[in-house]
């Protein structure tokens, strides 16, 4: 199992690009017991289905991410979506910032 990659997608904001430097050649994985008790809140939760278009470098990056965690790919999107809507990864401001100008042109047009 190699972790050595270099993503060919560009980041999107600093903390992203902070991410992709993280060197993940030394993670451990959490021994199964531990990651099924971290994991199971989460899969006590009701799941749906849903259909995302992400470009093919994302999801092999996240693949390659996933395993260096061992964890499914699909699970570590989830458990990094959950964080961010938690507010975990959210700066409310800029996301306001963002919304008002989105807002905003949409309205000129």
Known sequence: MSTDYEPDFTPLDDEEGELAEID?????????????????????DPKRNVTLRLSESLIEALRKRADAEGL?????????????????????????EVA??????????
């Open 24 to 44: 993940f050649s030394t993670v451990v994985p959490y021994p199964d017991e531990a990651r099924e008790a971290m994991l199971a809140p989460f899969r006590a």
């Open 72 to 96: 499914p790919y699909q699970t570590l999107a989830m458990l990094v979506l959950r964080k961010y809507v938690s507010s975990a990864y959210l700066d409310r401001e800029a996301v306001r």
């Open 100 to 109: 008002k100008t989105f807002y905003a042109a949409g309205k000129e047009t």
